[in-house]
């Protein structure tokens, strides 16, 4: 990792900042698909993006090894695999490894190895640890201890793949319409303020959370050093990783419902809370207190999902875009809606929600859209 | 890309057409006697209207991309669906009617023209919109917006009729009106004061604002088609801006 560090980032940048395109759509009913139309969707999305950063995740996808660690691991260079690997086999039992399917195309260039791991923990090594925990400190031993290793995908019945390259092209070349899943996410990215690189490219990921985003999170110091006290190390350069542990930290690690975790991420402001009945003020105040590390600052959409669920989140007054689309059992999730469209041209609704406001999809609930978005007029 | 119809109307089918090449065909219909264009399966190409000089009608079917009729000057577009975000961008004259919803930023920085929608709109419509003499950019909303509706307008008319929300029920839409510095903004039903930004005035209409409501709730329901004397038989606000410089010393001591 130090090296990447210098090739990557010779200048010490502190993040990257993004304007990008989104996507995300789930099956509440649990039904998997291929990663056909996702790719259809966000390669809609091309000009949004520039080619320096694509990604997917999805869920679903390793039913035959659902109970077992599945690691996406990205290596620069041989020595770093063999290093890594003796590592792995030293904390965990390894059920399978085996390299990543790829189709070589010429869009993407100088791709690293990447290679994905079925875990399962080894139980005297972990103590009185928890297995996720065990596990999230094996991911920040490797990406920051070990030379030119790199995990960017850590959960169970889950993966991510990512790289440098239109997003439709990392799914061409990921061959992801092999696989299938019931929620898939996708991210064209564009970065700005330093190159892009096969690490920072979206969904970010620990264990089975991944977050992808369109913005930038300017309160990326202050999230980065609140995290640094649980443990977490950001080491990808990238704003969004920030988002992706503190969503481990408030609802894996502190128990707390997706509801209030969205509501510590985009806090209402002072003079809302103000205004509120006594006992949501009380709680509003206090997350505002107890979490004011985690407030994320600046423009941002993001699409963060785990087994069985997916949250579209903007910041509170709405920087960046999302359109949410539904069609039976479908949810969408778009920074624009024509991607949705594309894919499923009838919805039974689409709309813009507000911003702050979570939209949250879960295996076997259907989404309902709010009356006044979608009430037409009333006469 | 075929041309099926008579002289005066051409019809597009644009899958997969891309928004430079979808935009060029335009520019050369446009300077053809062409009155009347029929875009159909459009899905996201941008900037769809842009650099068209006349009256010409295009008619969208689906959903069109971003900067929808972007620094347009003259032409009438109808979207058969939703419009996306920054729809009328800059836009100098002519007009947009959506049988749908728009998203962030309609008509931002407009300068002219005209833009209806039937529903709601996202954040910040109308922000900065300007006029100068007889260019007077309008909005028409039949739903709500969403917040910083009017942010820092310079100019122009913004009307706002919530004709989605319940009898009773006030608009939902904060800090109205932020840093307004001109124009005005119609708002049919109800606002609390902490809805709207610090430089905005809250006012009873006179004979020439309702004489100029009157005009565009008028154009609203012919597009839509939905009975005018019921929407302005209704209780309307005008806001304004309290100061034309409100910054003007900010950085002065």
């Known amino acids: 990792m130090e090296d990447l560090q210098k090739i990557n980032n010779p200048y010490g940048a502190d993040k990257v900042i993004d304007s990008c395109s989104i996507f995300g759509m789930m099956d509440t009913s649990g039904r998997r698909f291929s990663g056909e139309d996702i790719t259809k969707a966000i390669a809609n999305m091309h000009f949004r993006g520039n080619g320096l950063g694509g990604g997917l995740a999805v869920y679903g996808i390793y039913p035959d090894y659902a109970d077992h660690y599945a690691f996406h691991i990205m290596y620069l260079s041989p020595q770093g695999q063999q290093q890594t690997e003796a590592f792995l086999k030293d904390k965990f039992y390894m059920v399978k490894a085996e390299e990543v399917p790829m189709r070589p195309i010429p869009a993407i260039v100088n791709p690293p190895a990447v290679w994905r791991y079925f875990l399962d923990v080894k139980q005297d090594r972990r103590g009185a640890e928890s297995a996720d925990d065990y596990v999230v400190e094996r991911v920040m031993d490797i990406n920051t201890k070990l030379k030119d290793s790199f995990v960017f995908s850590s959960g169970k019945n889950m993966g991510v793949f990512k790289g440098v390259g239109y997003p439709e092209e990392i799914s061409e070349y990921f061959r992801l319409e092999e696989y299938e899943g019931y929620l898939w996410t996708a991210h064209g990215r564009f970065p700005t303020n330093t190159p892009g690189w096969w690490g920072g490219a979206h969904p970010f990921s620990i264990l089975d959370w991944t977050v992808v985003h369109n913005g930038e999170i300017s309160s990326y110091g202050i999230n980065r050093r609140y995290l640094e006290q649980f443990g977490y190390q950001c080491t990808m350069q990238t704003d969004t990783e920030v988002v992706a542990y503190a969503i481990d930290l408030l609802i894996r690690r502190h128990n707390l419902p997706i509801e209030i975790a969205a509501e510590v991420l985009a806090a209402p402001f002072w003079s809302d809370i103000e205004r509120m009945p006594p006992k949501e003020q009380k709680l509003a105040r206090t997350l505002r207190q107890v979490y004011p590390g985690l407030l994320l600052n600046g423009p941002f959409t993001i699409i963060i999902a785990h087994n069985g669920e997916m949250i579209g989140l903007t910041d509170r007054i709405r920087l960046r875009p999302l359109t949410v689309g539904v069609n039976g059992n479908m949810i969408y999730l778009s920074s624009e809606e024509a991607a949705i469209r594309l894919i499923s041209p009838e919805l039974d609704a689409a709309w813009i929600p507000s911003g702050g406001e979570p939209i949250i999809g879960r295996l076997g609930v259907q989404l309902k859209p709010e009356p006044s978005v979608v009430s037409g007029a009333r006469l | ?253």
């Open chain 2, 1 to 253: 890309m075929t041309k099926t119809a008579g002289n005066s109307v051409v019809k597009i089918d644009t899958t997969g057409i891309l928004y430079k090449e979808l935009n060029a065909r335009l520019r050369e219909i446009a300077s053809d006697s062409v009155e009347k264009v029929e875009l159909y399966n459009v899905c996201g190409q941008r900037y769809i209207g842009t650099d068209l000089n006349r009256p010409i009608q295009i008619d969208i079917y689906g959903t069109p991309g971003n900067d929808l009729g972007a620094f347009m000057n003259g032409p009438k577009i109808v979207v058969h669906g939703n419009a996306q975000d920054g729809c009328g961008n800059t836009m100098n004259e002519g007009e947009i009617i959506v049988h749908g919803h728009a998203g962030d930023v309609l008509g931002l920085s407009a300068r002219g023209g005209k833009i209806f929608v039937r529903d709601y709109v996202g954040y910040r419509a109308g922000i900065h919109m300007k006029e100068y003499k007889e260019k007077k950019p309008t909005l028409v909303i039949g739903g709500t917006a969403q917040d910083f509706a009017g942010e820092y307008m310079a100019g122009g008319v913004l009307v706002l009729l919530g004709l989605n929300l319940a009898e009773g029920e006030k608009h939902k839409a904060k800090y109205i009106g932020t840093g307004m510095h001109g124009g005005v903004i119609y708002l049919r039903g109800e606002v609390e004061k902490y809805q709207l930004g610090p430089e905005v005035g809250v006012a009873e209409l006179d004979e020439k604002d309702n004489q100029v409501l009157r005009t565009l709730v008028g154009e609203f329901a012919g597009h839509f088609g939905y009975p005018a004397d019921k929407i302005l038989n209704h209780k309307f606000m005008k806001l304004y801006p309290r100061f034309l410089r409100p910054y003007g010393r900010l950085y002065a001591y």
